[in-house]
């Protein structure tokens, strides 16, 4: 072939290849369509799940489990008893979703992520090494990085039943050799697959050899298929022109007519890997994976030197408020976070859900040391805040307690990075005694700005006073109604809209000298010299203000009226159950990808927006409002999914901004009813970016490489670079690079991973650059998880067992019991029933033997029971003891287990229980 011809053809492949890009769906659906996308998919799995684990602890506790008439968000988490959880389990939904969608973002034509040009072994491993990463994070605690693995083992888990032919071959259940990686795939066909097929409807163009001997086949995509294969199929799949297609990914698909069937079969699918991750993690993991039990997050950031014990008694006493007001209370399951730091020293930091060890470990918490060195009064504050930023769940309220500036002010870039992508606020509750000088430090102020927090300087004896709000913003279900900062301060009047869904309205203001007056909406008003009027109290302490109005009126418009020329900063917040979740995104035309870093200047934003609440809640308006005043510019709003809406700014504000949201809260009782929410935390463009291709996981002991791009719009010049890392790896790069007016260069990092990480660790890598004259800046934020190599891929064996029935007429008066031995070679972890309610007792019988004593009441006469390894491996076994007449096999996901008769008369019956792994 000549040149000129390889490179026409080359043209034409590039040329096919971008519209494909831009045009071309391989995959199920991602966003708004007839048909059931991905986001379907994973909802569905994930609320039946729920709704099991949920009955099931309903059935133990002897409570009745009332099921959902529609399985929502909201519903069942009001089934589970966990309405506060909602929030965040809509957003652990929509994060395993977006890392879901991520796969067709990065790897649209790589075939292994698809199960496409019958890729099914590297496919498998792709599942299997995914979930291995999921258990490991959540071992870890690690729930985000948990999350972020399983939306992307799911996708490629879902496309196998749309992009195969497993449909076609008549399965009606889920393939579960994907999800064993000890179990073969060996009948992938060797010979052609398909015939030609010209016509628009080509139900049958998989040979009927290849169905009648069950072989395995997928379709190839693009301009190479080897000979006699089947095509993926569309009209931009060129392979497919001739030949036709198989795949199921919509309703007008090439195989359409089996897209339901496909989309059913990938729910079921996915509740399968789903219960394998329950069954290795156990329930209350897996619930906090889904976001329950998240709420009402303590994150406490505490400088230990040796004149801050005052403060550090300060925190004990505020927990020990909160906690103890809690106490047997849905709010009660909360994650409490702490971080010490001095110096040189920070960390470690301490995470728990246990209350009384949060107590106890705040008592064990000392002030000593630091500041040995004269004059050397600055302590590692912002270090101590990046681990609390990198452990806290997003979204957290921060508390950081000192006195002292921050002796790592080289972190704050790093910290905004954080504070951008992580949405948490942070307050900074500065004392000082009577006689000392004030923090003179200017960061926190600016960090404490950017998160929407304040920063709280009194002195130590006023500190109980201001850390009013701390049992106020740790609540659950808050929301920020409005948001204001105005440094320098000026004469401003301000209005927010609050809702009748909104409990415990409060009003938080900072600044020296202030005037001003709050009007309710039925005009009732108060003066900041009035500590007690017509609204209620006004709570003062140094430079902190706390408003919480006790009159019945409260819905409709209220002003704030500034009169003052101080800084100050003004943020009204409640309780309800409706809110907004948002993220910036990148557009390729069906898929998207989150940002990781700050949106690129001079060009349309879009963000992908979420509604928390149920489906009486729709917005109406999305604007960016900039931080310096109270102009505003309004998006497009697109909706692409039940309560999911896609919003373009074709404009964007040139300095720092906040995203507001106004809606209304549709209600039977009268007519529709405003609502309005912004978000506390500051964001804004950039000229500079950053941008990194797909990256893996690492491995202990090992060094790996993060190649990056940097590029920017502007003027071009030495950029400095900096890289950071939450966990102190040693870290190589190049400090600066050159870059010409509009270029861009390539870059890397070395990251060595110690040798004793923990697999599972989840490891937040920042890398920044910054323009030459420091006027611009911009990160790219990495999730790394650590992994060590699995040699261990055979889960654990269940051996034969005894079965004692003594079952009467009357179920509550009767038992039964079973004994069984669970073995594994590198040793049994964990035993635990996910279905029955009884009594099961564990003892050791032998090397790596695990011996099982179960007893429950006739009235319960199922059982699944799961054996877990040391490395996450899952055997589940099942038994039924029912009525029948005749021994009967029961069929189960292409396995067997026994269902025998009971002896009614009461005899002792010795029954083979044979179970079934997964």
């Known amino acids: 072939m000549s040149t000129t011809n390889m490179q026409i053809k080359s043209l034409i492949y590039i040329h096919f290849m971008l519209i494909l890009m831009t045009s071309q769906t391989l995959t199920f659906k991602i966003l708004w369509t007839k048909s059931k996308t991905h986001q379907d998919i994973t909802r569905d799995a994930v609320l039946q799940t729920i709704v099991d684990i949920c009955r099931l602890r309903m059935l133990q506790m002897g409570q009745n489990f009332v099921e959902p008439g529609v399985l929502t968000v909201n519903s069942v988490a009001e089934s589970c008893y966990s309405s506060d959880s909602a929030k965040d389990f809509q957003e652990s939904i929509d994060k395993i979703n977006k890392h879901n969608v991520w796969i067709d973002y990065k790897h649209i034509f790589t075939g292994s992520y698809h199960f496409d040009n019958e890729e099914f072994l590297s496919g498998r491993n792709l599942i299997t090494e995914g979930v291995s990463v999921v258990k490991s994070s959540v071992k870890q605690k690690s729930y985000q990085a948990a999350k972020r693995a399983l939306g992307k083992v799911l996708h490629t888990l879902q496309d196998f039943y749309s992009h195969?032919?497993?449909?076609?071959?008549?399965?009606?259940?889920?393939?579960?050799?994907?999800?064993?990686?000890?179990?073969?795939?060996?009948?992938?066909?060797?010979?052609?697959?398909?015939?030609?097929?010209?016509?628009?409807d080509c139900k049958d163009n998989i040979l009927e050899e290849i169905i009648a001997q069950q072989k395995l086949t997928s379709g190839y995509?693009?301009?190479?298929?080897?000979?006699?294969?089947?095509?993926?199929?569309?009209?931009?799949?060129?392979?497919?022109?001739w030949y036709g297609g198989i795949n199921k990914d919509s309703s007008d698909s090439s195989h359409g007519h089996l897209h339901e069937t496909a989309a059913f079969v990938a729910t079921a699918a996915t509740r399968e890997l789903l219960q394998n991750i329950r069954a290795a993690v156990g329930d209350t993991e897996f619930l906090r994976l889904m976001g329950f039990s998240q709420t009402s997050v303590l994150s406490f950031v505490v400088d230990t030197t040796s004149n801050m014990s005052?403060?550090?008694?300060?925190?004990?006493?505020?927990?020990?408020?909160?906690?103890?007001?809690?106490?047997?209370?849905e709010a009660q399951r909360s994650e409490y976070i702490l971080v010490p730091f001095n110096d040189p020293d920070y960390g470690p930091n301490f995470r728990t859900t246990d209350p009384g060890l949060f107590k106890k470990k705040l008592t064990a918490l000392m002030a000593e040391g630091g500041r040995d060195v004269p004059g050397d009064v600055p302590e590692m504050c912002l270090s101590g805040l990046q681990l609390a930023l990198t452990t806290s769940?997003?979204?957290?309220?921060?508390?950081?307690?000192?006195?002292?500036?921050?002796?790592?002010?080289?972190?704050?870039?790093?910290?905004?990075?954080?504070?951008?992508?992580?949405?948490?606020?942070?307050?900074?509750?500065?004392?000082?005694?009577?006689?000392s000088q004030q923090v003179s430090s200017h960061v926190y102020h600016d960090l404490a700005q950017a998160s929407g927090g304040h920063v709280i300087e009194v002195t130590k004896g006023a500190l109980p006073q201001a850390s009013k709000i701390i049992p106020v913003t740790s609540r659950a279900t808050l929301v920020n109604i409005f948001q204001a900062v105005r440094n320098p301060g000026k004469v401003e009047k301000f209005s927010a809209f609050v809702d009748d869904s909104v409990q415990n309205l409060t009003i938080f203001i900072t600044g020296n000298s202030l005037d001003y007056t709050i009007s309710s909406p039925s005009g009732v008003s108060q003066s900041s010299t009035e500590l007690n009027g017509a609204l209620?109290?006004?709570?003062?302490?140094?430079?902190?203000?706390?408003?919480?109005?006790?009159?019945?009126?409260?819905?409709g418009w209220w002003v704030f009226d500034f009169k003052s020329t101080q800084p100050y900063s003004i943020r009204v917040v409640g309780q309800s159950n409706v809110d907004f979740l948002f993220d910036f995104v990148e557009l390729s035309q069906e898929s998207?990808?989150?940002?990781?870093?700050?949106?690129?200047?001079?060009?349309?934003?879009?963000?992908?927006?979420?509604?928390?609440?149920?489906?009486?809640?729709?917005?109406?308006?999305?604007?960016?409002?900039?931080?310096?005043?109270?102009?505003?510019?309004?998006?497009?709003?697109?909706?692409?999914?039940?309560?999911?809406?896609?919003?373009?700014?074709?404009?964007?504000?040139?300095?720092?901004?906040?995203?507001?949201?106004?809606?209304?809260?549709?209600?039977?009782?009268?007519?529709?009813?405003?609502l309005q929410r912004q978000s506390p935390t500051r964001f804004q463009t950039s000229t500079v970016t950053i941008t990194t291709p797909p990256v893996g996981t690492m491995e202990p002991g090992k060094q790996f490489t993060l190649p990056y791009l940097v590029a920017t719009q502007g003027s071009g010049g030495t950029f400095k670079m900096n890289v950071n890392s939450d966990h102190n790896f040693e870290t190589f790069y190049n400090t600066f690079i050159a870059l010409e007016n509009g270029g861009s260069a390539n870059g890397t990092v070395n990251l060595t991973v110690p040798e004793n990480t923990p697999s599972g660790t989840d490891v937040t890598v920042t890398i920044e650059a910054e323009a030459p004259d420091g006027s611009d800046f911009n990160y790219a934020v990495l999730h790394l998880s650590v992994i060590a190599p699995i040699t261990d891929i055979t889960?654990?064996?269940?051996?034969?067992?005894?079965?004692?029935?003594?079952?009467?007429?009357?179920?509550?008066?009767?038992?039964?019991?079973?004994?069984?031995?669970?073995?594994?070679?590198?040793?049994?972890?964990?035993?635990?029933?996910?279905?029955g309610n009884g009594t099961t007792v564990l003892s050791e019988t032998g090397m790596n033997i695990t011996m099982v004593n179960y007893s429950s009441s006739c009235c319960f006469q199922e059982l699944?029971?799961?054996?877990?390894?040391?490395?996450g491996n899952v055997a589940t076994c099942f038994k039924s003891l029912r009525a029948t007449a005749a021994p009967s096999l029961l069929t189960y996901g292409g396995d067997f287990f026994l269902i025998l008769p009971i002896c009614l008369c009461m005899n002792i019956v010795t029954l083979l229980f044979q179970f079934m792994q997964l």
């Open 221 to 241: 995509f693009g301009f190479y298929r080897p000979t006699g294969k089947c095509s993926h199929g569309g009209i931009l799949d060129p392979s497919s022109w």
């Open 310 to 329: 005052e403060d550090i008694e300060e925190v004990r006493r505020v927990t020990s408020f909160i906690i103890d007001s809690k106490t047997d209370t």
């Open 795 to 835: 889960p654990p064996v269940c051996k034969a067992v005894t079965i004692n029935s003594e079952c009467s007429g009357n179920c509550k008066l009767s038992s039964w019991y079973l004994t069984a031995n669970m073995t594994d070679g590198s040793g049994i972890q964990t035993v635990r029933v996910l279905q």
């Open 864 to 871: 699944e029971m799961v054996a877990v390894d040391t490395v």
């Open 393 to 435: 769940p997003p979204q957290t309220e921060i508390f950081v307690f000192t006195d002292a500036d921050a002796k790592d002010e080289m972190l704050k870039n790093t910290i905004l990075a954080l504070i951008e992508r992580t949405k948490s606020v942070v307050n900074f509750m500065l004392t000082k005694a009577i006689s």
């Open 592 to 674: 998207y990808g989150v940002l990781n870093s700050r949106p690129a200047a001079n060009t349309n934003i879009t963000l992908l927006v979420t509604m928390v609440g149920g489906e009486s809640v729709r917005p109406t308006e999305l604007s960016l409002v900039e931080a310096l005043n109270s102009n505003s510019i309004n998006g497009s709003l697109e909706e692409v999914a039940s309560g999911q809406y896609l919003v373009t700014f074709n404009s964007i504000p040139a300095g720092e901004f906040t995203v507001r949201l106004v809606g209304q809260i549709s209600s039977s009782r009268s007519s529709n009813i405003n």
């Open 536 to 555: 209620g109290l006004f709570q003062k302490a140094g430079n902190f203000h706390i408003v919480q109005p006790n009159i019945a009126e409260r819905t």
């Open 164 to 200: 195969s032919n497993w449909i076609e071959l008549g399965k009606t259940g889920p393939y579960s050799n994907l999800i064993k990686p000890d179990t073969p795939i060996n009948n992938i066909a060797d010979s052609k697959t398909c015939r030609k097929c010209t016509r628009k």
